[in-house]
C-alpha cells in the first residue's frame, strides 16, 4: 500500500499498487504529452521566424535592385536634360535613345517584378512543402514513441513475469532442490556447448568421497598425448529467499579449497547465487586467489566463460612447460658436454704435466750427458796434445841422445854395432829404435 497526500486539503489516504501504478502512469502521459506539445510549438514558431527573416532578406536584395534601376533612370534623364541645348536632330535622336533605354529598363524592371512574385510563389509552396513534412516528422515520431512506449510497457510486463515466476518457484523448491537446479542447469550447459569442443575432457559429480566429504562437479581435460594439463573443482551453491541462515560466499572457500586439494585439482571455482545484492560477485569472475590459491567465485552465466579461460591458459602454460622441459634437457646434454670436457682438459692436463716433468727430466739428463761429453771432448782433447808432444819427443829421441852422459849404454850400443855387417844396418837399426 501507498500513502498519498492531498495538496489542497492536506489529508493523506492510501491506495493499492495497482491504483498508485495508474496514477503515476496518468501524470507520466500527460507530462510527456506536454512536453511534446511545448516541443512541437517551439519548432513551429522557429520555422516560421526563419522564413519571414528570409522573405524580408529576399524583398530587401529586391528594392536594392529596383533602387538601382531607378537612379539609373534618373542619370539618364538628366543626361537627357543636360544634351537639351543640342541640334534638334541630335536631341530627337537622344530622345530615342533614351526612350528606348527607358522602354529596356522598364522590360527589365517589369522582369525583376515577375521574377520576384515567382519567387515569392515557390518561397511559399517550399514553407507549405516544409510544414507538410514536418508535420508528417512529428507524425512519425509519435508514432515510434508509441511503438517504443508499447515495446517498453511488454518488456517490463515480461520482467515482472519472470520475476514473479521465479518468486513463485523459490516459494515451492527447498534450498537442497535450487542448489541441485542449478547444478542441472551448469551441467546442461556444458554438454550443449561444450561437449564437442573438449573431447578429450571429462566432467561429471563428483562422487569420491574423501575424509567424508566432496564437491560438486570435477572437470579435468588432456593433452593428445595423454598428460593432464587442467583441472577444476567446481562448487554449486544456492538457498531460497526464505531460507532463515543467509550465507556468504566466503563461507564455502575453505571447505572448496580442502575439496580442490584432497582430489588433486588445479583450480577452485565457486559457481553462486548467493549475495545477490553484491556488485563485487555480480560485475563478473572475481579473483579470490588473495584467500585461497587459484581460486575463483563466479555467477553461473560465467559458467562456460571461465572453462574456456582457464582451458586456453592451462594450454599456453603447457607450451611454456615443454618448452622449460626441452630447454632443461638442451642444458643438461650441453652440461654433461661440458663436465666431459672439463673430466678430459682435466686428464689431458695430468698426462700433459707428467709427460712434461719427464721431458724435463730426460732435458736435464741430456744436458748432463752433454757436459760429460763436454768434459770427456776436453780431456780427449787434452790427451791428444799430450800425445803430440808425446810423438815429437819419440820422434826426436836418438841412441846418441840416449847415450849421452851414460857409458855403460854407449858402450853396449858400441858392441851392437861392431857385430852389424855393414854400417847400414847399425844405421838402420838407429832409426827403428
Request: glycine share 4%; net charge negative; hydrophobic share 35%.
Amino acid at each position: 500500500m501507498k500513502e498519498l497526500k492531498c495538496p489542497k486539503c492536506g489529508n493523506a489516504f492510501t491506495v493499492d499498487e495497482a491504483d498508485y501504478a495508474f496514477i503515476l502512469q496518468q501524470v507520466k502521459t500527460s507530462e510527456f504529452n506536454a512536453e511534446v506539445e511545448k516541443r512541437l510549438k517551439e519548432l513551429q514558431a522557429g520555422e516560421a521566424a526563419q522564413r519571414e527573416l528570409a522573405l524580408s532578406e529576399q524583398k530587401a536584395e529586391m528594392k536594392t535592385a529596383l533602387d538601382a534601376k531607378e537612379r539609373e533612370i534618373a542619370s539618364l534623364k538628366l543626361a537627357l536634360q543636360s544634351k537639351e541645348s543640342e541640334a534638334k536632330s541630335a536631341e530627337l535622336q537622344k530622345k530615342l535613345e533614351v526612350q528606348q533605354a527607358v522602354a529596356r529598363k522598364e522590360d527589365e524592371i517589369i522582369q525583376l517584378k515577375a521574377e520576384i512574385d515567382g519567387k515569392e510563389k515557390a518561397h511559399q509552396v517550399d514553407l507549405v512543402k516544409n510544414q507538410m513534412q514536418q508535420q508528417q516528422a512529428l507524425a512519425d515520431k509519435d508514432a515510434e514513441i508509441a511503438n517504443l512506449k508499447a515495446g517498453y510497457e511488454s518488456r517490463l510486463k515480461m520482467a515482472d513475469e519472470q520475476i514473479a515466476f521465479y518468486k513463485d518457484m523459490k516459494a515451492r523448491l527447498s534450498t537442497k532442490m535450487i542448489g541441485e537446479s542449478l547444478e542441472v542447469h551448469c551441467s546442461t550447459e556444458y554438454e550443449r556447448y561444450l561437449r564437442t569442443q573438449l573431447p578429450l575432457a571429462e566432467f561429471g559429480k563428483d562422487n569420491d568421497v574423501v575424509d567424508g566429504t566432496k564437491g560438486d562437479f570435477v572437470f579435468r581435460d588432456r593433452a593428445d598425448d595423454g598428460t593432464e594439463y587442467v583441472s577444476i573443482m567446481f562448487e554449486m551453491k544456492n538457498e531460497a529467499d526464505t531460507t532463515a541462515t543467509k550465507h556468504k560466499n566466503e563461507d564455502f572457500f575453505r571447505k572448496l579449497d580442502e575439496d580442490r586439494r584432497k582430489k588433486n585439482c588445479e583450480f577452485a571455482v565457486l559457481v553462486s547465487l548467493l549475495e545477490p545484492e553484491s556488485d563485487l560477485y555480480n560485475g563478473g569472475i572475481v579473483d579470490v586467489s588473495h584467500i585461497y590459491p587459484k581460486m575463483y567465485v563466479i555467477r553461473p552465466q560465467f559458467f562456460l566463460p571461465i572453462i574456456s579461460l582457464l582451458v586456453q591458459t592451462s594450454k599456453k602454460a603447457l607450451e611454456y612447460k615443454r618448452m622449460v622441459a626441452e630447454m632443461q634437457r638442451q642444458s643438461i646434454d650441453v652440461t654433461n658436454f661440458e663436465e666431459k670436457l672439463l673430466d678430459f682438459q682435466d686428464k689431458f692436463g695430468k698426462n700433459y704435466q707428467a709427460a712434461r716433468e719427464k721431458f724435463d727430466k730426460a732435458i736435464a739428463e741430456i744436458d748432463k750427458s752433454i757436459k760429460a761429453l763436454e768434459a770427456t771432448k776436453q780431456a780427449l782433447l787434452g790427451s791428444e796434445n799430450q800425445l803430440r808432444l808425446a810423438n815429437d819427443k819419440a820422434e826426436g829421441l836418438t841412441i846418441r841422445k840416449l847415450t849421452r852422459g851414460n857409458p855403460t849404454m854407449k858402450a853396449m850400443f858400441a858392441a851392437i854395432a861392431d857385430k852389424s855387417v855393414d854400417g847400414q844396418e847399425v844405421a838402420d837399426g838407429e832409426e827403428k829404435v
